[in-house]
């Protein structure tokens, strides 16, 4: 039988302290460890759910406030990282104006690399290299041109003294084209060489004093040209810097143009001559 309290209610057992809850049902007691993992969990989702969203990029909601306020514990602390553990702030993004003016630039650079390329082309094909071809070739391409185009010195002296202006450059194409295309070859063997590349190249090799080399022979002299041939000898003028190349012909061509049509060799160290007999 239970014991009768004064106002016919009977009282406790011993350990049942707390007070039954409307409806006749007992609140069960908290223990304080597992109030302390409870609350260390809900925290751990707390932070799950602030990561995730940081990661897509949304602002996170206010975390679910812990039950343990409905039994009067403090509220969780307000989530943040593991311990020795650092999160990296969202990476902006570059404004739309921005990224509509870089797809711009870059098109515009890769336009000017294709016209770049397209124009490289069209000039090779125009003025192709004369790079790897042989005296034949390019005679074939240089020595007829006078006939539609003006490439060609008027005075038959200057026809000449280019050949020596280019062999101090050492330009071949320049230097073989002002012969006729079945002199180039005549020329090469009158120095001996195989053909007029080596000859230039050669040459060239030999020239000690550019400058002096190339001004050789005069572009003009006071005798007048009688006729539309005419021969010059290298040994009438003073070659300095460099061998003397011989003996050329020169003969007048369409469009008022001289064209060397013939060679002879020579000394290649000339003598000096008379003063009285140097055209000038």
Same mark, same amino acid.
């Given at each position: 039988?239970?014991?009768?309290?004064?106002?016919?209610?009977?009282?406790?057992?011993?350990?049942?302290?707390?007070?039954?809850?409307?409806?006749? @049902?007992?609140?069960?007691?908290?223990?304080?460890?597992?109030?302390?993992?409870?609350?260390?969990? @809900?925290?751990?989702?707390?932070?799950?759910?602030?990561?995730?969203?940081?990661?897509?990029?949304?602002?996170?909601?206010?975390?679910?406030?812990?039950?343990? @306020?409905?039994?009067?514990?403090?509220?969780?602390?307000?989530?943040?990282?593991?311990?020795?553990?650092?999160?990296?702030?969202?990476?902006?993004?570059?404004?739309?104006?921005?990224?509509?003016?870089?797809?711009?630039?870059?098109?515009?650079?890769?336009?000017?690399?294709?016209?770049?390329?397209?124009?490289?082309?069209?000039?090779?094909?125009?003025?192709?290299?004369?790079?790897?071809?042989?005296?034949?070739?390019?005679?074939?391409?240089?020595?007829?041109?006078?006939?539609?185009?003006?490439?060609?010195?008027?005075?038959?002296?200057?026809?000449?003294?280019?050949?020596?202006?280019?062999?101090?450059?050492?330009?071949?194409?320049?230097?073989?084209?002002?012969?006729?295309?079945?002199?180039?070859?005549?020329?090469?063997?009158?120095?001996?060489?195989?053909?007029?590349?080596?000859?230039?190249?050669?040459?060239?090799?030999?020239?000690?004093?550019?400058?002096?080399?190339?001004?050789?022979?005069?572009?003009?002299?006071?005798?007048?040209?009688?006729?539309?041939?005419?021969?010059?000898?290298?040994?009438?003028?003073?070659?300095?810097?460099?061998?003397?190349?011989?003996?050329?012909?020169?003969?007048?061509?369409?469009?008022?143009?001289?064209?060397?049509?013939?060679?002879?060799?020579?000394?290649?160290?000339?003598?000096?001559?008379?003063?009285?007999?140097?055209?000038?």
């Amino acid at each position: 039988m239970a014991e009768q309290r004064d106002d016919g209610k009977p009282g406790n057992e011993p350990g049942t302290d707390i007070e039954p809850k409307a409806g006749g @049902q007992p609140a069960p007691r908290i223990d304080e460890e597992q109030l302390r993992q409870f609350q260390q969990f @809900q925290q751990f989702q707390d932070y799950l759910k602030f990561t995730e969203a940081q990661k897509q990029g949304l602002t996170p909601s206010e975390p679910a406030q812990p039950l343990t @306020q409905h039994y009067g514990g403090q509220p969780p602390a307000p989530p943040g990282p593991p311990p020795g553990e650092l999160v990296k702030p969202p990476r902006p993004r570059a404004p739309r104006w921005l990224r509509r003016l870089g797809g711009k630039v870059v098109a515009w650079l890769i336009a000017i690399l294709l016209i770049a390329i397209a124009g490289t082309i069209v000039y090779r094909q125009i003025f192709p290299s004369d790079e790897g071809k042989t005296s034949e070739q390019i005679a074939a391409e240089g020595g007829g041109r006078y006939r539609t185009n003006h490439v060609f010195s008027t005075s038959p002296y200057e026809a000449v003294r280019f050949v020596y202006h280019n062999v101090a450059q050492g330009r071949v194409d320049d230097a073989c084209g002002r012969f006729e295309e079945n002199i180039q070859t005549t020329f090469a063997l009158d120095l001996g060489y195989e053909d007029c590349r080596l000859a230039v190249e050669g040459l060239h090799a030999q020239v000690t004093k550019k400058n002096d080399y190339a001004e050789s022979l005069p572009s003009y002299t006071s005798v007048p040209v009688e006729g539309t041939t005419l021969t010059i000898d290298s040994c009438t003028y003073a070659v300095k810097g460099g061998p003397a190349l011989g003996t050329f012909t020169v003969t007048q061509v369409d469009k008022g143009q001289w064209l060397i049509t013939r060679h002879a060799p020579g000394p290649k160290i000339c003598p000096p001559p008379p003063p009285s007999t140097t055209p000038r």
